[in-house]
């Protein structure tokens, strides 16, 4: 099992990023995604989750209006849409799915670093 995040980089405060969850090793159309962020000195956060088969998208409150997140399930790929980036979105951002439709994830990735600075 093998949850790849990637799409990481330096961007200017106000500048967009894609980020992307490549997945392998388990039934992807089955599972729902979960996207996830950690600052230094921080607790980890749920960014944003899409549901099996996209029915269902939910994000938290400090993105909505500028992530959007989407889901290729011939490319067994989940991506998070980063649009209108502040410093306070710098973190590592994480992906992990989970069978269930709500509750603890199964699987997770390695993160991917996010920095918004100018």
């Known amino acids: 099992v093998q949850l790849q995040a990637s799409g990481g980089g330096l961007v200017q405060p106000g500048g967009s990023l894609r980020l992307s969850c490549a997945a392998s090793g388990f039934g992807f159309d089955d599972y729902a995604i979960g996207w996830f962020r950690q600052a230094p000195g921080t607790e980890r956060e749920g960014v944003s989750c899409i549901s099996r088969s996209a029915s269902k998208t939910s994000y938290a409150d400090s993105v909505k209006g500028r992530f959007a997140i989407s889901r290729d399930d011939a490319k067994n790929t989940v991506y998070l849409q980063m649009n209108s980036l502040n410093p306070e979105d710098t973190a590592i951002y994480y992906c992990?799915?989970?069978?269930?439709?709500?509750?603890?994830?199964?699987?997770w990735g390695q993160g991917t670093l996010v920095t918004v600075s100018s």
């Open positions: 992990a799915a989970r069978a269930a439709p709500y509750g603890k994830y199964d699987y």
